[in-house]
């Protein structure tokens, strides 16, 4: 059985940095494809980032040059390390586990089997 368990957020000034981690048990990070979502109040889903099985990554537009997925075959785990953040990225982040080893449809939540139970990320002054 697939868990994930996210850990990492917290509070931080505009321009500061939060690094988030999800620790995966029952299935293997670089054999998969990973990614990050991400939930504000009243807002859908949305896909921020995802690492292939092979280490390549993805990210949307929004997050592009602050934010690095990485994975860490060492802890079986995945990392976002978000800098520069900004008021619009207050939200609660997810990890979750996708069915293959590349991310074809990264963007979908659908494509995702299993789900971390979020880390809450607020960037306030």
């Known amino acids: 059985q697939v868990q994930l368990v996210e850990s990492g957020g917290g509070t931080v000034q505009p321009g500061g940095s939060l690094r988030l981690s999800c620790t995966a048990s029952g299935v293997t990070v670089d054999i998969t494809c990973m990614a990050w979502f991400r939930q504000a109040p009243e807002k859908e889903r949305e896909a921020i980032a995802a690492i292939s099985g092979s280490g390549g990554t993805y990210y949307t537009q929004s997050v592009k040059g602050r934010f690095r997925v990485s994975q860490d075959t060492a802890k079986n785990s995945v990392s976002l390390q978000m800098d520069t953040l900004e008021a619009e990225d207050t939200a609660m982040y997810y990890c979750?586990?996708?069915?293959?080893?590349?991310?074809?449809?990264?963007?979908?939540?659908?494509?995702?089997?299993?789900w971390g139970q979020g880390t809450q990320v607020t960037v306030s002054s």
């Open positions: 979750a586990v996708g069915d293959g080893y590349y991310c074809r449809e990264w963007r979908n939540p659908s494509a995702f089997r299993s």
